[in-house]
Structure formats: C-alpha cells, structure tokens
C-alpha cells in the first residue's frame, strides 16, 4: 500500500479452459464470448468456446485494477494444440468483470458487466480458422490465457539530446 492505496502491477494474467461445441460458427462481425454455459444454439454466432473454467467476476483483482486502466491492453491468446490466435483489446474506466457466466471481447467501444475488453483488433469472424473449425468439434478443448499490461509501467524516459 502506497499513500492507503493498493499498488497493482503493471501486468497480470489469468488463464482459463474452454470446450467447443459442434455449434460453434465464430461469424459475428463485433464480439467473440467465452462461457461457463454448457450448451450453444446456432444463434450464438460470437461464442467461440463453452464450459469456460472462468468467467470475469472470477478474475484475479490486480488483473480487475488493471483493466480499469485506460492505458491498459488486454492481449487475449487461444490455444488449442499447434492451433492458436491472439487478440489484442483496450481496456477502460468502466469495465466492472462483474459477469458469472460471460467473456465478451468487443470491436466497439460498448461497455457492461460482461465485456472484458474493448476495441479489439479481431472478432469471432476474424479469428483463424482452423482453430474455429477444430473448436466445432465437440469434445474439443483449448486454453486461454488472457494478460493485462499498463502501457504506462513500460514508456521510456525520453533520450538525452545529441546521442552519437
């Protein structure tokens, strides 16, 4: 504790399983879902992976602190064998990890209990497709490990003048 505030660190990271399911279609062109859910109807075109181990009111505090942060990064990787992708999100004041169920990483700037992260570079469409493909198939599983970085803790001191 610093002044009666808690001090966080710079970067944090959960990590997290998820199940595919045959239903699993990663066509929304906004979002992707992860979720403690056991069951997907062909509707759910975001989620790209069920019976999550986790869901955001699950997640660590200093990751939760972090986050909040509106110079925050959250890089999220799914890997499933030699199959993986990465997306890279913006974190922000009003994100609360409150969800039980839901992981939504968004394109847009929206914000509720469920978002984990915000202007993401990718959506479930965007995601590789033969890590969506092998997450169709039930029974499959994947790992997801998500980090959130303060991209102030790592900015350089400005360089003296006249360096050689």
Known sequence: MVGG???YPCI???T???RGHRN???THRRSLEFTKEEFLTERGDCIVGVSSTKALKDFNQPFKELVRRP????ITLIIAGNLHDVVVG???EGLTYSDDVKIIIRRSNYVSGNTAAINSDKA???LDRELVNYLRTDG???LVIMFAVDLNCFRSPPLPPNLP
Do not use: Q, W
């Open 5 to 7: 505030e808690p001090v």
């Open 12 to 14: 944090s990271l959960e």
């Open 16 to 18: 997290f399983r998820i």
């Open 24 to 26: 699993v279609r990663a």
């Open 71 to 74: 110079t925050s990064l959250i």
């Open 90 to 92: 913006r974190g922000g």
């Open 124 to 126: 479930a469409k965007d």
């Open 140 to 142: 499959s599983e994947a």
